[in-house]
Protein backbone atom coordinates (compact mmCIF):
# COMPACT_ATOMS: atom_id res chain seq x y z
CA UNK A 1 0.00 0.00 0.00
CA UNK A 2 1.06 3.29 -0.84
CA UNK A 3 0.41 6.17 1.38
CA UNK A 4 0.35 10.13 0.15
CA UNK A 5 0.51 12.82 2.77
CA UNK A 6 -0.52 15.93 1.36
CA UNK A 7 0.78 18.98 3.97
CA UNK A 8 -0.12 22.70 3.93
CA UNK A 9 -0.22 25.50 5.85
CA UNK A 10 -3.18 26.15 8.12
CA UNK A 11 -5.26 29.11 7.13
CA UNK A 12 -4.02 32.73 8.79
CA UNK A 13 -0.42 31.36 8.72
CA UNK A 14 1.37 33.59 6.52
CA UNK A 15 3.11 31.85 3.80
CA UNK A 16 6.24 34.16 2.58
CA UNK A 17 7.15 31.60 -0.12
CA UNK A 18 3.67 31.49 -1.49
CA UNK A 19 4.10 34.95 -1.34
CA UNK A 20 7.25 34.57 -3.48
CA UNK A 21 6.44 32.93 -6.01
CA UNK A 22 3.25 34.43 -6.92
CA UNK A 23 4.75 37.62 -7.41
CA UNK A 24 7.87 35.39 -9.51
CA UNK A 25 4.75 34.50 -11.82
CA UNK A 26 3.48 37.80 -12.27
CA UNK A 27 6.83 38.66 -12.78
CA UNK A 28 6.64 35.89 -15.86
CA UNK A 29 3.72 37.64 -17.35
CA UNK A 30 1.04 35.35 -15.77
CA UNK A 31 -1.92 37.40 -15.06
CA UNK A 32 -5.07 36.30 -12.77
CA UNK A 33 -2.77 35.50 -10.18
CA UNK A 34 -4.32 35.23 -6.83
CA UNK A 35 -3.33 33.55 -3.28
CA UNK A 36 -0.40 31.24 -4.08
CA UNK A 37 0.36 28.45 -1.04
CA UNK A 38 3.09 26.17 -1.22
CA UNK A 39 3.04 22.78 0.75
CA UNK A 40 5.04 19.16 0.90
CA UNK A 41 4.05 15.90 -1.11
CA UNK A 42 5.25 13.10 0.91
CA UNK A 43 5.15 9.27 -0.63
CA UNK A 44 5.68 6.55 1.88
CA UNK A 45 5.41 2.53 0.66
CA UNK A 46 4.00 0.41 3.78
CA UNK A 47 4.03 -3.13 4.20
CA UNK A 48 0.92 -2.70 5.91
CA UNK A 49 -2.43 -3.96 3.62
CA UNK A 50 -4.92 -3.74 5.95
CA UNK A 51 -6.34 -0.12 5.33
CA UNK A 52 -7.88 0.70 8.48
CA UNK A 53 -4.12 -0.34 10.23
CA UNK A 54 -2.65 1.43 7.71
CA UNK A 55 -4.21 4.82 7.96
CA UNK A 56 -4.22 4.67 11.43
CA UNK A 57 -0.02 4.69 11.41
CA UNK A 58 0.31 7.36 8.62
CA UNK A 59 -2.24 9.70 10.93
CA UNK A 60 0.50 8.98 13.94
CA UNK A 61 3.32 9.91 11.51
CA UNK A 62 1.78 12.65 10.41
CA UNK A 63 0.98 13.72 14.57
CA UNK A 64 4.35 12.81 15.61
CA UNK A 65 7.06 13.79 12.68
CA UNK A 66 5.65 14.78 9.07
CA UNK A 67 3.89 17.67 10.14
CA UNK A 68 3.86 20.51 12.84
CA UNK A 69 0.25 20.57 13.70
CA UNK A 70 0.95 24.28 15.08
CA UNK A 71 0.76 25.62 11.65
CA UNK A 72 0.30 22.89 9.28
CA UNK A 73 -2.92 21.08 8.06
CA UNK A 74 -1.95 17.32 6.75
CA UNK A 75 -4.11 15.39 3.94
CA UNK A 76 -3.40 11.21 4.14
CA UNK A 77 -4.24 9.52 0.44
CA UNK A 78 -4.03 5.56 0.58
CA UNK A 79 -3.53 3.21 -2.63
CA UNK A 80 -3.28 -0.29 -3.01
CA UNK A 81 -0.56 -1.38 -4.90
CA UNK B 1 28.31 23.16 37.28
CA UNK B 2 28.71 19.58 34.93
CA UNK B 3 27.09 20.66 31.58
CA UNK B 4 26.66 18.69 28.28
CA UNK B 5 26.41 19.80 25.36
CA UNK B 6 24.38 17.78 22.56
CA UNK B 7 26.25 17.35 19.00
CA UNK B 8 24.14 16.65 16.35
CA UNK B 9 25.36 15.88 12.27
CA UNK B 10 25.05 19.32 11.43
CA UNK B 11 25.54 21.00 14.61
CA UNK B 12 28.32 24.02 14.46
CA UNK B 13 28.11 25.53 17.13
CA UNK B 14 28.68 22.95 19.64
CA UNK B 15 32.32 24.07 19.78
CA UNK B 16 31.39 27.82 19.96
CA UNK B 17 29.26 27.23 23.43
CA UNK B 18 31.26 24.73 24.57
CA UNK B 19 34.18 27.43 24.71
CA UNK B 20 32.24 30.00 26.37
CA UNK B 21 30.79 27.16 28.90
CA UNK B 22 34.34 26.52 29.66
CA UNK B 23 35.16 29.84 30.16
CA UNK B 24 32.80 31.00 32.23
CA UNK B 25 32.54 27.64 34.53
CA UNK B 26 36.83 26.76 34.05
CA UNK B 27 35.53 23.28 33.23
CA UNK B 28 34.89 22.04 29.91
CA UNK B 29 31.93 20.28 29.07
CA UNK B 30 30.95 17.30 28.42
CA UNK B 31 30.12 16.78 24.64
CA UNK B 32 27.56 13.86 23.74
CA UNK B 33 26.54 12.38 20.15
CA UNK B 34 23.43 12.32 18.96
CA UNK B 35 23.58 8.46 19.15
CA UNK B 36 23.76 8.30 22.85
CA UNK B 37 20.49 6.63 24.39
CA UNK B 38 21.11 8.75 27.77
CA UNK B 39 23.04 11.54 29.00
CA UNK B 40 25.44 11.68 31.63
CA UNK B 41 24.12 13.18 34.69
CA UNK B 42 24.71 17.04 34.65
CA UNK B 43 23.18 20.65 35.87
CA UNK B 44 22.41 21.70 32.58
CA UNK B 45 22.27 20.48 28.84
CA UNK B 46 22.86 22.63 25.78
CA UNK B 47 21.40 22.03 22.56
CA UNK B 48 23.84 24.27 19.96
CA UNK B 49 23.10 26.23 16.94
CA UNK B 50 23.71 24.45 13.58
CA UNK B 51 21.64 22.96 11.16
CA UNK B 52 21.16 19.57 12.30
CA UNK B 53 20.21 16.44 9.71
CA UNK B 54 20.69 19.87 6.71
CA UNK B 55 16.94 20.95 8.31
CA UNK B 56 15.29 18.28 6.19
CA UNK B 57 10.96 18.29 6.43
CA UNK B 58 11.58 20.76 8.59
CA UNK B 59 14.39 22.68 11.49
CA UNK B 60 14.82 20.75 14.35
CA UNK B 61 12.30 17.89 13.33
CA UNK B 62 15.06 15.25 12.80
CA UNK B 63 16.71 15.65 15.29
CA UNK B 64 14.25 16.22 18.03
CA UNK B 65 13.74 12.20 17.69
CA UNK B 66 16.82 10.86 17.66
CA UNK B 67 17.73 8.52 20.52
CA UNK B 68 19.61 10.80 22.91
CA UNK B 69 16.91 13.21 22.72
CA UNK B 70 14.56 11.21 24.67
CA UNK B 71 17.00 11.49 28.04
CA UNK B 72 17.06 15.35 27.37
CA UNK B 73 13.51 15.26 27.19
CA UNK B 74 13.10 13.11 30.16
CA UNK B 75 15.56 14.99 32.22
CA UNK B 76 14.05 18.40 30.99
CA UNK B 77 10.73 17.18 32.41
CA UNK B 78 12.28 16.17 35.86
CA UNK B 79 13.90 19.99 36.33
CA UNK B 80 16.89 19.89 34.81
CA UNK B 81 17.71 22.83 32.96
CA UNK B 82 18.27 23.28 29.37
CA UNK B 83 19.35 25.57 27.41
CA UNK B 84 18.52 25.48 23.39
CA UNK B 85 20.56 28.45 21.09
CA UNK B 86 18.91 28.90 17.39
CA UNK B 87 18.79 25.59 15.90
CA UNK B 88 18.44 24.57 19.72
CA UNK B 89 15.00 26.18 19.93
CA UNK B 90 13.86 25.14 17.23
CA UNK B 91 14.75 21.28 18.39
CA UNK B 92 13.40 22.17 21.72
CA UNK B 93 9.84 23.08 20.01
CA UNK B 94 9.86 20.19 17.86
CA UNK B 95 10.60 17.96 20.82
CA UNK B 96 7.23 19.76 22.87
CA UNK B 97 9.34 21.16 25.14
CA UNK B 98 8.26 24.98 24.28
CA UNK B 99 5.19 26.07 22.59
CA UNK B 100 5.03 27.26 19.04
CA UNK B 101 6.84 26.87 15.62
CA UNK B 102 10.01 28.57 14.24
CA UNK B 103 9.25 29.42 10.17
CA UNK B 104 10.87 30.98 7.76
CA UNK B 105 12.20 34.72 8.29
CA UNK B 106 9.51 36.80 6.90
CA UNK B 107 11.88 38.16 4.55
CA UNK B 108 12.77 34.60 3.20
CA UNK B 109 16.77 35.56 3.46
CA UNK B 110 19.04 33.96 5.79
CA UNK B 111 20.15 36.83 8.01
CA UNK B 112 23.30 37.02 9.92
CA UNK B 113 23.70 40.42 11.99
CA UNK B 114 23.74 41.82 15.60
CA UNK B 115 20.80 42.50 16.66
CA UNK B 116 19.15 44.06 19.93
CA UNK B 117 17.30 42.61 22.98
CA UNK B 118 15.07 43.82 25.77
CA UNK B 119 15.72 41.34 28.40
CA UNK B 120 12.07 40.63 29.74
CA UNK B 121 12.75 39.29 33.32
CA UNK B 122 16.16 38.93 34.91
CA UNK B 123 14.26 35.90 37.72
CA UNK B 124 15.78 33.18 36.16
CA UNK B 125 18.78 30.90 35.87
CA UNK B 126 19.46 31.99 32.54
CA UNK B 127 19.22 35.64 33.13
CA UNK B 128 20.00 36.69 36.51
CA UNK B 129 23.08 38.82 35.51
CA UNK B 130 21.37 40.69 33.00
CA UNK B 131 19.57 44.31 33.55
CA UNK B 132 16.18 44.77 32.84
CA UNK B 133 16.62 48.30 31.65
CA UNK B 134 19.77 47.58 29.54
CA UNK B 135 19.28 46.15 26.29
CA UNK B 136 22.17 43.69 24.70
CA UNK B 137 23.76 43.11 21.30
CA UNK B 138 23.97 39.96 20.60
CA UNK B 139 24.03 38.22 16.85
CA UNK B 140 21.51 36.19 15.30
CA UNK B 141 22.29 34.09 12.06
CA UNK B 142 19.51 31.88 10.77
CA UNK B 143 16.62 31.10 8.54
CA UNK B 144 14.08 29.42 9.96
CA UNK B 145 13.76 31.69 13.17
CA UNK B 146 10.30 33.45 12.47
CA UNK B 147 8.43 32.90 15.92
CA UNK B 148 4.33 31.80 15.67
CA UNK B 149 1.73 30.45 17.76
CA UNK B 150 -1.64 30.80 18.18
CA UNK B 151 -3.40 33.95 19.35
CA UNK B 152 -3.82 31.70 23.00
CA UNK B 153 -0.40 30.63 23.54
CA UNK B 154 0.89 34.01 22.69
CA UNK B 155 -1.50 35.45 25.79
CA UNK B 156 -0.83 32.52 27.57
CA UNK B 157 2.98 33.35 27.38
CA UNK B 158 2.36 36.92 28.07
CA UNK B 159 0.26 36.27 31.10
CA UNK B 160 2.86 34.07 32.68
CA UNK B 161 5.58 36.18 31.57
CA UNK B 162 7.30 33.37 29.94
CA UNK B 163 8.97 35.88 27.08
CA UNK B 164 12.64 35.98 27.58
CA UNK B 165 13.69 38.48 25.26
CA UNK B 166 12.21 40.42 22.13
CA UNK B 167 13.99 42.08 19.68
CA UNK B 168 14.59 45.78 20.06
CA UNK B 169 15.51 48.87 18.92
CA UNK B 170 19.02 49.85 20.13
CA UNK B 171 17.50 51.96 23.06
CA UNK B 172 15.51 48.88 24.15
CA UNK B 173 12.18 49.95 22.55
CA UNK B 174 9.97 47.01 21.39
CA UNK B 175 9.23 48.61 17.73
CA UNK B 176 8.36 46.59 14.24
CA UNK B 177 11.13 47.96 12.57
CA UNK B 178 13.81 46.09 15.30
CA UNK B 179 12.21 42.76 14.22
CA UNK B 180 14.69 40.71 12.47
CA UNK B 181 11.99 37.98 11.01
CA UNK B 182 8.60 38.46 11.56
CA UNK B 183 8.69 37.20 14.85
CA UNK B 184 5.09 37.59 16.44
CA UNK B 185 5.27 40.28 19.30
CA UNK B 186 9.21 40.48 18.52
CA UNK B 187 9.68 37.31 20.35
CA UNK B 188 13.19 36.47 20.35
CA UNK B 189 13.07 33.56 22.97
CA UNK B 190 10.81 31.66 25.45
CA UNK B 191 10.65 29.92 28.95
CA UNK B 192 8.85 26.79 29.43
CA UNK B 193 6.08 26.74 32.52
CA UNK B 194 8.82 26.49 35.14
CA UNK B 195 11.22 28.57 33.27
CA UNK B 196 14.30 25.57 33.26
CA UNK B 197 14.11 25.70 29.81
CA UNK B 198 14.87 28.50 27.45
CA UNK B 199 14.87 28.47 23.94
CA UNK B 200 16.20 31.41 22.13
CA UNK B 201 17.29 32.36 18.62
CA UNK B 202 20.21 34.90 18.85
CA UNK B 203 23.49 32.96 19.69
CA UNK B 204 24.92 34.83 23.16
CA UNK B 205 27.90 32.21 23.27
CA UNK B 206 29.55 34.29 20.29
CA UNK B 207 29.92 37.85 22.18
CA UNK B 208 32.12 36.48 24.83
CA UNK B 209 35.04 37.87 24.41
CA UNK B 210 36.12 41.69 23.31
CA UNK B 211 37.89 39.95 20.68
CA UNK B 212 34.85 38.97 19.05
CA UNK B 213 33.34 42.06 18.90
CA UNK B 214 31.24 42.18 22.21
CA UNK B 215 30.80 40.47 25.47
CA UNK B 216 26.95 40.92 26.42
CA UNK B 217 26.73 37.25 25.77
CA UNK B 218 28.76 37.11 29.21
CA UNK B 219 26.03 37.24 31.24
CA UNK B 220 24.26 34.53 30.29
CA UNK B 221 26.69 31.84 31.07
CA UNK B 222 27.57 33.70 34.06
CA UNK B 223 23.74 33.64 35.22
CA UNK B 224 23.74 30.26 34.86
CA UNK B 225 26.95 29.36 36.64
CA UNK B 226 25.63 31.74 39.68
CA UNK B 227 22.94 29.77 39.82
CA UNK B 228 23.97 25.83 39.25
CA UNK B 229 27.50 26.11 40.83
Not at chain 1, 11 to 30: R, S, T, W, Y
Not at chain 2, 123 to 135: I, V
Not at chain 2, 184 to 198: C, M, P
Request: proline residues 5%; aromatic residues 6%; glycine residues 10%.
Amino acid sequence: MKATVKITLKNGVLDPQGKAIAHALEALGFSGIGEVRQGKLIEIDLGETDRGKAEKAVEDMCRRLLANTVIENYDIELVDQ
Amino acid sequence: MKANVIVFPGSNCDRDVAVALEQTTGTPPAMVWHGETSVPDCDLIVLPGGFSYGDYLRSGAMAAHVPVMRDVVKRARAGTPVLGICNGFQILIEAGLLPGALMRNASLRFICRDVHLRIERNDTAFARCYDRNSPIRVPIAHHDGNYFASEDVLDELEDRQRVAFRYCSNDGTVIDAANPNGSQRNIAGIYNETFTVLGLMPHPERLIDPALGGEDGVAMFRSLVETLH
